[in-house]
């Protein structure tokens, strides 16, 4: 099986995968490069999988259905591009051989889904939209920090080498914030120098992992002594792990 990230927009990742003849794409924003890419590759669609309704991971879907025919499958609860598969935390999609498990991890939106597959080429895979960043977390646009917090702990207790697809190239930014929440991480200040040097080659950060996220994302350390002290230095009111959570998201949201 090969995974390639394809590049759209300023830093939207459209996540194909294929065994050499059929393919799945997941939040096809824009049809034009996953066109092109069946195309030089000599693929078939065989399923079209979106996490959520933003224009950036939905604007392709149409398009690309009218061409291939391929099966539409995203969130029960959102406005998908007609017709789609609509789908619910416990549903299964079976596809290339595989069988990806939806969980339902609202936060960024509110009925935000993610697909996971125990047994890619002997790794778990993650799709996990806007909802997981390397070193971050999506912006709660819809839903409330407890719901966010809820969904990325659905999310962390995955196996550890699952590979985590996320469907933008933030992390350099995240990772400044992340840093600036825990500058003493030594396991952070090590990723970071590592990324930074994979984007200096014009290569992608991504897929990262749920181990390595542990290590180094704020998100999913609000819980660890040193990511609470640092929310309690921008709010003093933090008392529990939502309160905790709230304030580095909000001050995630206006750091610069």
Same mark, same amino acid.
């Given at each position: 099986m090969y995974l390639i990230?394809?590049?759209?927009?300023?830093?939207?990742?459209?996540?194909l995968l294929h065994d050499g003849r059929r393919a799945l794409i997941v939040d096809p924003g824009d049809a034009g490069p996953v066109q092109r890419a069946l195309h030089e590759n000599?693929?078939?669609?065989?399923?079209?999988?979106?996490?959520h309704h933003h224009p950036d991971h939905t604007g392709g879907v149409a398009e690309?259905?009218?061409?291939?025919g391929a099966p539409v499958y995203g969130p029960a609860r959102?406005?998908?591009?007609?017709?789609?598969?609509?789908?619910?935390?416990?549903?299964?999609?079976q596809t290339l051989g595989l069988d990806f498990q939806v969980i339902d991890v609202?936060?960024?939106?509110?009925?935000?889904?993610?697909?996971?597959?125990?047994?890619?080429?002997?790794?778990?895979?993650?799709?996990?939209?806007?909802?997981?960043?390397s070193g971050g977390c999506g912006r709660l646009f819809e839903g409330t920090p407890a719901q966010m917090l809820a969904s990325l702990d659905r999310l962390a207790a995955l196996p550890g080498n699952t590979r985590v697809c996320c469907t933008h190239?933030?992390?350099?930014? /995240?990772?400044? $914030? +992340?840093?600036?929440?825990?500058?003493? *991480?030594?396991?952070?200040?090590?990723?970071?120098?590592?990324?930074?040097?994979?984007r200096a080659d014009g290569k992608p950060t991504l897929p990262s992992?749920?181990?390595?996220?542990?290590?180094?994302?704020?998100?999913?350390?609000?819980?660890?002594?040193?990511?609470?002290?640092?929310?309690?230095?921008?709010?003093?009111?933090?008392?529990?792990? /939502?309160?905790? $959570? +709230?304030?580095?998201?909000?001050?995630? *949201?206006?750091?610069?």
């Amino acid at each position: 099986m090969y995974l390639i990230p394809i590049p759209a927009f300023n830093d939207n990742y459209l996540w194909l995968l294929h065994d050499g003849r059929r393919a799945l794409i997941v939040d096809p924003g824009d049809a034009g490069p996953v066109q092109r890419a069946l195309h030089e590759n000599g693929l078939q669609l065989a399923s079209i999988l979106v996490t959520h309704h933003h224009p950036d991971h939905t604007g392709g879907v149409a398009e690309l259905h009218k061409a291939t025919g391929a099966p539409v499958y995203g969130p029960a609860r959102e406005a998908i591009p007609e017709p789609f598969k609509r789908l619910k935390d416990g549903d299964t999609v079976q596809t290339l051989g595989l069988d990806f498990q939806v969980i339902d991890v609202p936060g960024h939106t509110a009925g935000h889904i993610a697909f996971f597959t125990q047994e890619m080429d002997g790794r778990p895979l993650l799709f996990c939209g806007d909802t997981l960043f390397s070193g971050g977390c999506g912006r709660l646009f819809e839903g409330t920090p407890a719901q966010m917090l809820a969904s990325l702990d659905r999310l962390a207790a995955l196996p550890g080498n699952t590979r985590v697809c996320c469907t933008h190239e933030y992390t350099l930014s /995240n990772l400044r $914030f +992340a840093l600036a929440a825990e500058p003493d *991480n030594t396991e952070l200040i090590g990723y970071h120098a590592r990324c930074t040097a994979l984007r200096a080659d014009g290569k992608p950060t991504l897929p990262s992992s749920i181990a390595q996220e542990l290590l180094i994302n704020p998100f999913l350390r609000t819980r660890q002594a040193t990511v609470m002290a640092a929310a309690q230095r921008f709010d003093p009111a933090t008392h529990d792990d /939502n309160s905790v $959570f +709230a304030a580095i998201r909000q001050w995630k *949201n206006q750091f610069k």
